[in-house]
């Protein structure tokens, strides 16, 4: 508990730091300018300064949930984009017991066997339930259509009318969460990894349904009464989810668990989850297609319910009949029971990469980028995409600008987006390329977030136009200490991993990065460009 409380006002403690740290890099600049104002020693002026810009493929990214404090979102799905080619992703996890145990009870009878992912959704208002079949209005019994929640799907990209192929298999591959070969150290998992499929347990189409709330269970052991030409009824059971949200669902072979949980022969496989995920190592779920819709997901809520029928004895009451046949108020009878059995995500959740950049212009710029001179264009996308990287001082411009003795007030990159786009990422990130790390622009107790950028900026039309950075500290150090050596900077999507541990204060930057969005921006090509990337400097500087 004392932890959690330490934890707790670190956590505030970092975020006033943060909360000050922009009021007084505000007031810092005012306090500048005033006093240069007053100072007719110095001069004021501004320079912009060419750099290098080019781009770099990312072979893979990782994609494991092994490190606590840094979740990434899985991704499923597949989408042939016009620019960058061809993406397809799988999602592979562990599953867990349920919490009472595993239990089936007397002769049970599958129903139903789901696998249930929910989507991030956004509810509007309620709209008129339609029939999926017919597509007709379903109305009650005053004749009044029947209202259901609306909902729009987030975080999903592509091609969202065009089917494609969902498979779910058995995983062969043992998912570890420490490294076998370090055990003090959690395994990491990259998304060019090789995965054993063994059973497949369901494949079908998938068209994302922004309205799949309901899911309907025939229990085909319970009989609730007899149609006009004496046919058996049988219960049908609607679930809804607790928070209503849609969710994809695929209906897994239920003979395969029939043989595997329920006549299984070795209980123990049963006991725990450790015993468990060695007999069952998990849920491979492959997408195949050449085009459609990728998708983010949340894996905390995703689960495979096994929804069976099993008997119970029990005594029924003076007025019950429990067991159909016409008579009340017997012991002992045998009752067919509707029995639901969850289990939960858990464990290792990993996923798996596959692209090709079937488009010549950025297969060549990413194959035979231009060190030296730089590029036109650069090319962001996350999901074992590409980056940029940034040369701030390429030939002898650092002793250049040291030889200057300025007094650097602000700096700041700008990246303008290469003509008209409409998906693009809504924030990109700046680190220390050779490094590795946040620079310390982000952290700085006179900076923070709100200063140091990176958020999508539109033009006066409403359209994405740049992002933008202000480096001001990092800037300050290179011209100001003879001692300091210049690192290239990279740009690339950013990702809720990329904040600053404020428990840790760890300012490694991961190597995640789940979301496919992409975006084109400008090089440092032509040079006679002006919104090419390049680094703007404010300065004071000293008359004499």
Known sequence: MLNKIVTIFKNIGLGLVFLFGIVSCEKDFEDIAIDLIDNKSFSVGVDTIDIVSYNKNIESSRVDNNNFTKQPWALLGV????????????????????????????NPIIDLVVLDIPYFATRGENQDAVDPITGEIIKDEDDNPIRTPNFEIDSIYGNTEQKFNISVNELGTFLNTLDPENPSQKKKYYSDKYYLKKDQLFSGDFLSNRNDTVLYVNRELVIIGEDDEGNPIHDMDTIKADDLNPSMKFYLDKNFFKNRFIDHQNPSDFDNNDNFVQYFRGLYINANGTDGALMNLSTTNAKMTIYYTNEEIKNEGVDEDLNNNGVTGEDDVVVKTKQTMNFSFGGVRTGKYIRDYNRPEILNALSNPNVDDGEKKLYIQGAAGSEAIIDLFPDNTLEELRSK???????????????????VPSQLFLYNYDNNSILRDLYSFNFGPEVFGGILEYDDDGNPERYKFRITKYISEMLGSDDKKPSKLALKNFLSTDNIDVVALDTIVNDFNWIPKGVVLKGNLPKTDSKKIQLEIYYSKNKN
Not at 407 to 420: D, R, V
């Open 79 to 106: 989408n042939q984009d016009p620019v960058f080619g061809y993406l397809k992703s799988d999602l592979i996890s562990q599953v867990f017991l349920p919490l009472i145990g595993v239990d089936f009870g007397e």
């Open 405 to 423: 003795n300025w007094l650097i007030n602000e700096a700041n990159i700008t990246i303008y987006i290469e003509g008209e786009q409409s998906e």
